[in-house]
C-alpha cells in the first residue's frame, strides 16, 4: 500500500516539476498568446465569415455596370419597428432588388411558405427563420420609405454563400433564392424597362439621404436597430404568452364548474372516477361533495 503511494506520489511530483519547467522556458509565453489568439479567433469567426460574405458580394455587384445603382447596409425607417437593416439594394429601369445574403454554409432545407428553415451541418441541425418571410418584410419597408407601394418591378433575392448546398425540393415563386456566384446572372435576366429613369433618380436620391459614412453614426443606427428588433420579439413574445394564457384559462373554464360547493363553499373541478367523469369539491377529503356532470345536481 505504501509503495502504491509513494508511487502516485512521485508520478504527480514529476507532473508538478514538468509543468513548473514549461512555466519557466521561453515557448511558454509563445504558447499562451497562441491560446488567446485562437480563442479570440474562434469567438470573432462568426462575424470574420460575415465580412468576408459582405465583401464578396460588394465585389460581386460592382460588376453589374452603369445602369445600375448598389446600395450597402441601408437602414430604413419603419413607423412600427424603428429600423428595418438590408443587407443590399440594386436599383435600375429593368427593375429593383432587394437583397438578403446568408453567410451559412452545410445543407440548408426550407419551405416558401413555413416559418423556419433548417441548416444542417453533419448531424446537427439548426433552424433559422424563413429568409424570403424576412425579406418580404423588406421589400415593404423599402417600398413605404420611397412612397411607391405600388411599384411592382421590385424583386427579392435570398444569396446563400457558396460553402452552403440548396436541398429544396419546391422552386420559389416570391423569391429568388440563390448562392453568390448566381448574382449577377439573377439580376440581369430582367432586361425590359420597366421603371422610368424619373422613378428611379427619385429612389436613389431617397436612398443616398440614409448612407452614413460616419462610425460613430453606424453604430448608434445598428443599435437602434437591435432595440428594434428586440421590441418586436418582445411584442410577438407577449402576445404568445397572451394566446397561451387565453387557452388555459379556456382549458381551465371546461373544467371548473361555475357554481361554489353549497357545503364548504369551495371549488367544483372536473375529476374522472371509477364510473367517469364528475364534479369534485376542491376541500376533498374534508368535504366529499361531486355533481354529476349530465345531471344538474347530485350529492353524494
Given at each position: 500500500m505504501n509503495a502504491d503511494n509513494n508511487m502516485m506520489s512521485g508520478f504527480y511530483e514529476g507532473i508538478l516539476i514538468a509543468i513548473k519547467m514549461f512555466i519557466a522556458s521561453s515557448v511558454f509565453p509563445f504558447v499562451v498568446i497562441f491560446v488567446i489568439l485562437s480563442i479570440i479567433l474562434q469567438w470573432k469567426m462568426p462575424v470574420l465569415k460575415g465580412k468576408y460574405g459582405e465583401w464578396v458580394v460588394k465585389s460581386k455587384l460592382r460588376n453589374l455596370g452603369d445602369a445600375y445603382t448598389v446600395f450597402h447596409d441601408v437602414y430604413i425607417p419603419n413607423g412600427e419597428r424603428g429600423l428595418t437593416q438590408v443587407d443590399h439594394i440594386v436599383t435600375s429601369v429593368y427593375g429593383v432588388?432587394?437583397?438578403?445574403?446568408?453567410?451559412?454554409?452545410?445543407?440548408?432545407?426550407?419551405?416558401?411558405?413555413?416559418?423556419?428553415?433548417?441548416?444542417?451541418?453533419?448531424?446537427?441541425?439548426?433552424?433559422?427563420?424563413?429568409?424570403?418571410?424576412?425579406?418580404?418584410?423588406?421589400?415593404?419597408?423599402?417600398?413605404?420609405?420611397?412612397?411607391?407601394?405600388?411599384?411592382?418591378?421590385?424583386?427579392?433575392?435570398?444569396?446563400?454563400?457558396?460553402?452552403?448546398?440548396?436541398?429544396?425540393?419546391?422552386?420559389?415563386?416570391?423569391?429568388?433564392?440563390?448562392?453568390?456566384?448566381?448574382?449577377?446572372?439573377?439580376?440581369?435576366?430582367?432586361?425590359?424597362?420597366?421603371?422610368?429613369?424619373?422613378?428611379?433618380?427619385?429612389?436613389?436620391?431617397?436612398?443616398?439621404?440614409?448612407?452614413?459614412?460616419?462610425?460613430?453614426?453606424?453604430?448608434?443606427?445598428?443599435?437602434?436597430?437591435?432595440?428594434?428588433?428586440?421590441?418586436?420579439?418582445?411584442?410577438?413574445?407577449?402576445?404568445?404568452?397572451?394566446?397561451?394564457?387565453?387557452?388555459?384559462?379556456?382549458?381551465?373554464?371546461?373544467?371548473?364548474?361555475?357554481?361554489?360547493?353549497p357545503k364548504c363553499n369551495g371549488n367544483l373541478a372536473l375529476k374522472i372516477g371509477r364510473y367517469g367523469k364528475f364534479y369534485g369539491c376542491s376541500h376533498y377529503p374534508t368535504c366529499r361533495y361531486t355533481e354529476n356532470v349530465k345531471v344538474d345536481r347530485q350529492s353524494v
Amino acid at each position: 500500500m505504501n509503495a502504491d503511494n509513494n508511487m502516485m506520489s512521485g508520478f504527480y511530483e514529476g507532473i508538478l516539476i514538468a509543468i513548473k519547467m514549461f512555466i519557466a522556458s521561453s515557448v511558454f509565453p509563445f504558447v499562451v498568446i497562441f491560446v488567446i489568439l485562437s480563442i479570440i479567433l474562434q469567438w470573432k469567426m462568426p462575424v470574420l465569415k460575415g465580412k468576408y460574405g459582405e465583401w464578396v458580394v460588394k465585389s460581386k455587384l460592382r460588376n453589374l455596370g452603369d445602369a445600375y445603382t448598389v446600395f450597402h447596409d441601408v437602414y430604413i425607417p419603419n413607423g412600427e419597428r424603428g429600423l428595418t437593416q438590408v443587407d443590399h439594394i440594386v436599383t435600375s429601369v429593368y427593375g429593383v432588388f432587394v437583397i438578403e445574403t446568408k453567410h451559412y454554409s452545410g445543407w440548408i432545407f426550407g419551405d416558401e411558405y413555413k416559418p423556419y428553415w433548417t441548416q444542417v451541418i453533419y448531424k446537427k441541425k439548426t433552424k433559422m427563420h424563413n429568409p424570403i418571410r424576412q425579406n418580404y418584410g423588406h421589400v415593404q419597408a423599402l417600398l413605404t420609405y420611397i412612397g411607391q407601394e405600388d411599384m411592382q418591378d421590385v424583386h427579392s433575392i435570398i444569396a446563400f454563400s457558396s460553402n452552403s448546398t440548396l436541398k429544396f425540393k419546391k422552386d420559389f415563386t416570391s423569391a429568388h433564392v440563390i448562392q453568390f456566384p448566381d448574382l449577377l446572372t439573377t439580376i440581369s435576366q430582367y432586361k425590359e424597362h420597366f421603371i422610368s429613369e424619373a422613378t428611379v433618380k427619385g429612389t436613389n436620391e431617397k436612398l443616398a439621404k440614409l448612407l452614413v459614412i460616419d462610425k460613430n453614426d453606424r453604430k448608434r443606427l445598428k443599435a437602434e436597430h437591435m432595440r428594434s428588433v428586440r421590441r418586436a420579439k418582445g411584442a410577438k413574445l407577449t402576445a404568445h404568452s397572451y394566446t397561451r394564457h387565453a387557452k388555459n384559462v379556456s382549458r381551465q373554464d371546461d373544467s371548473i364548474l361555475h357554481t361554489a360547493c353549497p357545503k364548504c363553499n369551495g371549488n367544483l373541478a372536473l375529476k374522472i372516477g371509477r364510473y367517469g367523469k364528475f364534479y369534485g369539491c376542491s376541500h376533498y377529503p374534508t368535504c366529499r361533495y361531486t355533481e354529476n356532470v349530465k345531471v344538474d345536481r347530485q350529492s353524494v
